[in-house]
């Protein structure tokens, strides 16, 4: 016998459908149960059920006056209702030849007269039926056929109520499973946390958060407004100048700006907080809070035990590099060529550690806050133009020379000339290393309308992927060779290129472009001309 596709399609779809619905499982439901309890009394038949054609069994998710929950799928009368319109009625089962062997007919529930109407859901799948049964012969009048179909489509909305019940509640405890993994995750975090909506009112937070900015319990409650907050911390913690709803605004502007924004708040006993708050795609805000203290105490002690070093290393390190000097000027025409070559490396030497002493006392003035930058107009295309020619002869030991592409001029920024010099000349200095001998580099000036951007490209071997993520960290570098050449840095420059920058609100990056080589860059808004 040959399968007909249209009916094992249809076949699938039901399948389908159930599983879909989740009607699959193997039990009854009381909302279902009552239905055919109504019905059963509406037609006055002792038998009544909702049934659903599973792949192997029919399946009562509803009944009245039937013990077991399911039969054979093949002994179901249901196999022909899902096949009709409207209403498959069965006056008769011992007279009708598809039944009257049936097991259900010869045996319990011992079915005389059938009358079954089409459960239709999703796309119009029949997937079962509304069903009334007697043990006695009977017929059925068309106003009850009518009813029984009314009845029929009313289980079939009860059926997609069903479904969107039940997802709904499988979605809540989904979210509650979420939100009680993520409060456990809160609550184990060391930081203090908070999450606050679109107008800034407090939804989630730990204990910590409480504990770290000495908050009463009673006082953090959902929908607390972040300005109560702000406002309470400031009378144990200094957060910066102006009034509580200043510091709050300056700092969703900072957020708004660079999506996150940091910053310390200090208490008594010297206590330090590290805050940051940053803004999550949805539009919420997340705040997280750290007891910096220990960690500021250790960096400062630290930065004192290096500050003092490199003050009492500068003093004996001028005076030799004088004395290198002046025997340099003495003897250069008396000395042997061996002896001038250790001349030329000690004074090389001792610029070195000269350069590694400034670097250090840099580093240390920009952690204690004692770096100050000037703020006066700078003319950008001349510091490049002065730094090219201060570097040219350095250049020349490395590469082939520095080329300088100016689109316009002058290009005026507020800055420190001095500081920027210092950031524009370790630029040149780091590709002049990192260049071929036959290979140029070039520093180019571009006006982009309200920032002017200076970079300086080499064309090198450019920047490593694994050392993308640390490149503007302290002591970092990239190429053990240039140590072992002794053209190494000391790993600082690029450091404390990036902090003076960013004091110039600027910003600092790079690239691999194509071609070869690394482009490094700072931008930094232009001055307009009055």
Request: hydrophobic share 40%; aromatic share 6%.
């Amino acid at each position: 016998m040959q399968a007909d596709p249209k009916r094992d399609d249809i076949e699938e779809r039901r399948q389908q459908t159930i599983s879909s619905y989740q009607l699959d499982a193997l039990a009854s439901e009381t909302e279902f149960d009552h239905v055919a309890e109504l019905v059963a009394d509406t037609f006055e038949v002792p038998i009544s059920a909702v049934t659903v054609l599973g792949t192997e069994r029919q399946l009562f998710h509803g009944s009245c006056g039937l013990d077991q929950q399911s039969t054979a799928r093949a002994d179901a009368f249901c196999n022909e209702t899902v096949k009709e319109t409207s209403v498959l009625v069965v006056e008769d089962a011992l007279a009708d030849p598809r039944f009257r062997d049936n097991p259900l007919v010869t045996g319990a529930p011992h079915i005389r007269f059938y009358a079954g109407a089409p459960l239709r859901i999703g796309e119009d799948v029949s997937v079962g039926s509304l069903c009334i049964i007697d043990r006695q012969r009977r017929t059925l009048g068309e106003t009850e056929r009518r009813q029984l179909v009314l009845l029929a489509r009313t289980v079939s909305d009860l059926m997609e109520l069903r479904l969107g019940s039940k997802l709904a509640h499988q979605r809540q405890l989904a979210l509650t499973a979420q939100t009680d993994l993520l409060r456990a995750t809160v609550d184990s975090v060391q930081q203090g946390i908070a999450v606050f909506d679109r107008r800034l009112h407090l939804l989630l937070w730990n204990n910590q958060l409480i504990e770290l900015l000495g908050l009463s319990p009673e006082f953090v409650v959902t929908g607390l407004a972040a300005a109560d907050i702000v406002t309470d911390v400031s009378r144990r913690f200094s957060i910066g100048e102006g009034e509580p709803d200043e510091v709050l605004r300056e700092l969703i502007s900072s957020v708004a700006a660079a999506n996150n924004s940091k910053r310390v708040l200090i208490g008594e006993e010297d206590r330090a907080l590290l805050t940051w708050f940053a803004s999550v795609p949805d539009g919420r805000f997340i705040m997280t809070v750290e007891d910096v203290s220990d960690r500021r105490r250790v960096e400062r002690i630290k930065d004192e035990f290096v500050s003092t070093v490199s003050h009492e290393l500068r003093t004996p390190l001028t005076s030799i590099r004088g004395a290198l000097a002046i025997l340099a000027k003495k003897a250069e025409r008396s000395l042997d060529d061996q002896s001038s070559q250790l001349l030329r490396m000690a004074n090389k030497n001792a610029e070195r550690l000269t350069t590694l002493i400034n670097d250090i006392l840099d580093v240390e003035k920009l952690g204690s806050g004692a770096f100050s930058i000037k703020r006066e107009p700078v003319d950008l295309a001349q510091l490049a133009d002065d730094v090219c020619e201060q570097n040219r002869a350095f250049a020349l030991q490395h590469c082939k020379d520095l080329e300088l592409q100016v689109a316009s001029r002058p290009l005026f920024v507020l800055g420190d000339y001095g500081r920027l010099s210092q950031v524009v000349a370790n630029l040149v200095s780091n590709a002049c290393k990192f260049s071929p001998p036959e290979s140029l580099v070039v520093v180019n000036l571009q006006d982009h309308g309200d920032k002017v951007e200076l970079s300086v490209r080499d064309f090198g071997s450019g920047v490593p992927e694994a050392f993308a993520s640390q490149i503007f960290d302290r002591f970092a570098q990239s190429d053990p060779a240039h140590r072992r050449t002794g053209s190494a840095g000391t790993g600082l420059g690029l450091a404390i290129s990036k902090d003076i920058v960013e004091m110039h609100s600027g910003e600092i990056g790079y690239e691999n472009p194509e071609g070869g080589g690394a482009r490094f860059w700072i931008r930094l808004r232009k001055l307009e001309e009055k």
